[in-house]
């Protein structure tokens, strides 16, 4: 039994960090969190802007941090360098750059298959994300405008003619940003934008009446293709030519890893869990954006750990 984890953490964002944190601080007892990248929170590395405004109260959302992990305001970099600290600690025990294959239940120990090799646990939390397999659009993208199709700001040269596609506050924040060395235009196919928090609503009002972002709103994209080296870009009321498209349309829930770790999913293809975030599996538990899609809220995720392993704790009793 000294070789078998009490828990293994599969996924180093957030909800990860905050599982392996209140399992130390709770005393649990042996625990592995395993990270497919090679550190933690790569969803926060990849995906956000440099200086990327990071609110425990995302969107506007209060949330009442229930654990152990005091997470505040700040910036990519300052939610990076918390995390660091809390990870840097002998009695946390992290493994990167090790892929989770499957999970499979024997009796009542789980075996865990990565590229490291098969550890066994009591109990598992899987804690992936949904960034990490970016929505795509229902149009094809042409083989020959791959290079100038992105999902984040991966790539980007300073005087491109680029279109934002997107409503959310990843979107806002990177047509902001880019609009300070590029012509940009944000397209959403509503006639409004709702979804981002109030900040970045007020940011991106400035940015249209200062004529910094050019807000293509209500419209739809038919198709695109390439024409002359740039995006022909078929919007439902005309067409237009681009250097670049950056999609930021959120992530799907990727279904056949979940499926792969014996996690049920429903009709929508999403993981099914009771009220304590176990799924179907006793001893198999979901956090993160997996669980509520959300969206990037760090302060729910972190929640979601404090919640799992006070019941992996109270079942003990």
């Not at 990490?132 to 659009?137: D, F, L, Q, R, V």
């Not at 959300?294 to 704790?313: D, E, F, K, P, Y």
């Amino acid at each position: 039994m000294e070789n078998i984890y009490d828990l293994i953490i599969i996924g180093g964002g957030p909800g990860g960090i905050g599982s392996v944190v209140e399992a130390k601080e709770l005393g649990l007892g042996k625990v592995l969190m395993i990270e497919k990248t090679d550190n933690h929170s790569h969803t926060i590395r990849k995906f956000y802007k440099d200086n990327k405004r990071v609110d425990k109260d995302w969107q506007g959302q209060e949330v009442e941090l229930e654990g152990n992990v005091d997470f505040i305001d700040g910036t990519k970099e300052s939610t990076l360098d918390y995390f660091d600290k809390l990870l840097d600690d002998e009695l946390i025990d992290t493994r990167f750059n090790c892929a989770v294959e499957k999970v499979k239940k024997e009796g009542d120990i789980f075996h865990v298959t990565s590229g490291c090799g098969v550890d066994m646990a009591k109990n598992i939390i899987v804690c992936i994300g949904r960034m990490g397999k970016p929505n795509k659009p229902s149009y094809k993208i042409p083989p020959s405008l791959r290079t100038q199709i992105n999902f984040n700001l991966d790539k980007c040269s300073n005087g491109e003619k680029i279109l934002v596609v997107g409503g959310g506050d990843t979107a806002v924040e990177y047509a902001c940003e880019l609009s300070e060395t590029n012509e940009v235009t944000l397209n959403y196919r509503r006639e409004m934008l709702s979804r981002p928090n109030p900040t970045n609503l007020v940011m991106i009002a400035k940015y249209e009446d200062d004529e910094a972002v050019t807000l293509n709103l209500g419209v739809n994209i038919e198709s695109l293709e390439s024409e002359h080296g740039q995006v022909k870009v078929n919007f439902s009321d005309g067409a237009e030519l681009f250097d670049r498209i950056i999609y930021a349309i959120g992530g799907t829930t990727p279904k056949d890893f979940l499926s792969s770790c014996c996690i049920t999913l429903d009709d929508m293809g999403e993981p099914i869990f009771d009220e304590n975030y176990e799924s179907e599996v006793e001893g198999l538990y979901v956090a993160g954006d997996i669980v509520f899609n959300s969206g990037g809220s760090i302060a729910i995720a972190l929640n979601h750990g404090h919640r799992i392993v006070t019941h992996i704790l109270n079942r003990r009793k």
